[in-house]
């Protein structure tokens, strides 16, 4: 197929096959995300239909990389040998002093974490190292074997509890489980009445339900915590979403209406000019409970959902692994936070840049691999072909093999880093437990 005959399949698929509703800008030009609403899984079972409908062999890159932007970047990535080359995705130029230098950008993977260090950015503190506790961070495994990445059990205390620890802010809680959601609405109008200049307000709300903001995950509820504060306009809030590099003004019945929603409860409150540097001696800690050497809990998961969708014992279907499994990319970008604890401790040992370069290759390979993993699974749940599941789980051996070493690397690091903090001393313990 050339390329035109792609974008025509492409649209037909959307249309017959999808059902999808968001078609009215469908072109070459249409954007996949902007214009067409289609999210991350929503292009995995696009490729995929083009593969079993249309017979399209896809190449391994086109699961892989989802940087695409266009109906017409997927079809040139797709259709590659039709007279012009895929367009190579654009990357942000680095530093001549690599990563000793201004790191060229900052991942946003984690909405909490990216609020609270939102205001550590803007006092000039170092971030990175909270984002330990993102790439193992926490997420539930249903009583019917779904992948939740937020669920009404997620609780984020223990993020709390280093924040504090280690920069020295109070993080409040001004959200009270033990109110109504119209008690907690009245208390935050309170707050942000009565808001300090330098104060931020995080607040959780239903993004599924403010359609004007972009949703690359498309979920249904989808939690998400954002920074918000009053304008000089009664009826417009001044919104910043530090996780997806977003700010402006959105209608404030509009932001009640997504925190009013039963499938979100939370807020905190924090002054980032109270914020200092960590000492070494907190960080020694926080990396020790932060890390989990000996399991990849979103590997083992997802071996687990596998499992029980495969055994016909158990009573689920198997073409149903898909939609258990549909989170998942929620879930694998928090693998990206692996940069930042690899980025933190390269430039505190000053360690060589191509090291680091050669570590992030390996991450790449790690978030792209459970992309791909993710594909067969959703092939799997279309074909219910059995003799494939041996194959997906010898593909979940190897990224717990690759995520194995990614560790065992951080953990050389670590101990590297302990080695040559002289303010340690010797009694700092290797491993202290998580706080509950």
Same mark, same amino acid.
């Given at each position: 197929?050339?390329?035109?005959?792609?974008?025509?399949?492409?649209?037909?698929?959307?249309?017959?096959?999808?059902?999808?509703?968001?078609?009215?800008?469908?072109?070459?030009?249409?954007?996949?995300?902007?214009?067409?609403?289609?999210?991350?899984?929503? =292009?995995?079972?696009?490729?995929?239909?083009?593969?079993?409908?249309?017979?399209?062999?896809?190449?391994?890159?086109?699961?892989?990389?989802?940087?695409?932007?266009?109906?017409?970047?997927?079809?040139?990535?797709?259709?590659?040998?039709?007279?012009?080359?895929?367009?190579?995705?654009?990357?942000?130029?680095?530093?001549?002093?690599?990563?000793?230098?201004?790191?060229?950008?900052?991942?946003?993977?984690?909405?909490?974490?990216?609020?609270?260090?939102?205001?550590?950015?803007?006092?000039?503190?170092?971030?990175?190292?909270?984002?330990?506790?993102?790439?193992?961070?926490?997420?539930?495994?249903?009583?019917?074997?779904?992948?939740?990445?937020?669920?009404?059990?997620?609780?984020?205390?223990?993020? *709390?509890?280093?924040?504090?620890?280690?920069?020295?802010?109070?993080?409040?809680?001004?959200?009270?489980?033990?109110?109504?959601?119209?008690?907690?609405?009245?208390?935050?109008?309170?707050? =942000?009445?009565?808001?300090?200049?330098?104060?931020?307000?995080?607040?959780?709300?239903?993004?599924?339900?403010?359609?004007?903001?972009?949703?690359?995950?498309?979920?249904?509820?989808?939690?998400?915590?954002?920074?918000?504060?009053?304008?000089?306009?009664?009826?417009?809030?001044?919104?910043?979403?530090?996780?997806?590099?977003?700010?402006?003004?959105?209608? *404030?019945?509009?932001?009640?209406?997504?925190?009013?929603?039963?499938?979100?409860?939370?807020?905190?409150?924090?002054?980032?000019?109270?914020?200092?540097?960590?000492?070494?001696?907190?960080?020694?800690?926080?990396?020790?409970?932060?890390?989990?050497?000996?399991?990849?809990?979103?590997?083992?998961?997802?071996?687990?959902?596998?499992?029980?969708?495969?055994?016909?014992?158990?009573?689920?279907?198997?073409?149903?692994?898909?939609?258990?499994?549909?989170?998942?990319?929620?879930?694998?970008? *928090?693998?990206?936070?692996?940069?930042?604890?690899?980025?933190?401790?390269?430039?505190?040992?000053?360690?060589?840049?191509?090291?680091?370069?050669?570590?992030?290759?390996?991450?790449?390979?790690?978030?792209?691999?459970?992309?791909?993993?993710?594909?067969?699974? =959703?092939?799997?749940?279309?074909?219910?072909?059995?003799?494939?599941?041996?194959?997906?789980?010898?593909?979940?051996?190897?990224?717990?093999?690759?995520?194995?070493?990614?560790?065992?690397?951080?953990?050389?690091?670590?101990?590297?880093?302990?080695?040559?903090?002289?303010?340690?001393?010797?009694?700092?313990?290797?491993?202290? *437990?998580?706080?509950?």
């Amino acid at each position: 197929m050339n390329r035109m005959a792609v974008v025509e399949a492409i649209g037909t698929i959307l249309r017959e096959e999808m059902r999808h509703a968001h078609l009215d800008g469908f072109g070459p030009q249409a954007r996949l995300n902007e214009d067409l609403y289609l999210d991350s899984v929503q =292009l995995l079972q696009l490729i995929l239909a083009l593969e079993l409908t249309h017979g399209l062999a896809i190449p391994e890159e086109a699961i892989a990389r989802q940087d695409v932007a266009t109906v017409a970047d997927l079809a040139a990535l797709l259709a590659p040998d039709d007279g012009e080359p895929a367009a190579e995705p654009t990357v942000p130029e680095a530093s001549p002093e690599g990563v000793h230098g201004e790191m060229p950008y900052d991942l946003k993977i984690h909405c909490f974490v990216s609020c609270v260090c939102h205001g550590l950015k803007a006092e000039g503190i170092d971030h990175r190292p909270f984002y330990a506790l993102v790439w193992d961070a926490e997420f539930t495994i249903t009583e019917e074997f779904r992948l939740a990445y937020h669920s009404d059990t997620t609780d984020h205390e223990s993020f *709390r509890y280093w924040f504090e620890r280690l920069y020295g802010v109070p993080l409040d809680a001004w959200y009270d489980h033990s109110r109504s959601k119209e008690e907690n609405v009245a208390a935050l109008l309170g707050i =942000l009445a009565r808001r300090a200049p330098d104060e931020c307000v995080m607040v959780m709300l239903d993004m599924f339900h403010l359609p004007e903001r972009e949703n690359k995950f498309n979920q249904n509820p989808f939690p998400h915590y954002l920074l918000v504060e009053l304008t000089d306009d009664p009826a417009l809030w001044q919104v910043c979403d530090p996780d997806f590099r977003w700010e402006g003004r959105i209608e *404030r019945d509009k932001l009640l209406h997504a925190i009013h929603q039963p499938s979100v409860a939370g807020g905190y409150r924090y002054d980032p000019s109270l914020a200092r540097p960590p000492r070494d001696a907190d960080l020694a800690a926080f990396f020790a409970a932060c890390f989990r050497p000996d399991a990849n809990p979103l590997i083992d998961a997802v071996r687990a959902i596998v499992g029980a969708h495969a055994d016909e014992r158990g009573g689920l279907d198997l073409g149903d692994v898909g939609e258990a499994l549909r989170e998942l990319p929620v879930v694998t970008i *928090r693998k990206w936070a692996y940069e930042h604890g690899f980025a933190f401790f390269w430039r505190a040992l000053r360690w060589p840049h191509a090291g680091f370069e050669a570590i992030c290759d390996e991450i790449e390979r790690l978030v792209e691999g459970l992309t791909a993993l993710h594909y067969a699974v =959703l092939k799997l749940a279309k074909t219910r072909e059995r003799a494939e599941i041996a194959s997906i789980l010898a593909r979940l051996d190897a990224l717990d093999a690759l995520e194995f070493s990614i560790k065992r690397r951080l953990d050389a690091a670590f101990e590297a880093w302990r080695t040559a903090r002289p303010s340690l001393g010797e009694g700092v313990p290797a491993r202290e *437990r998580m706080p509950a």
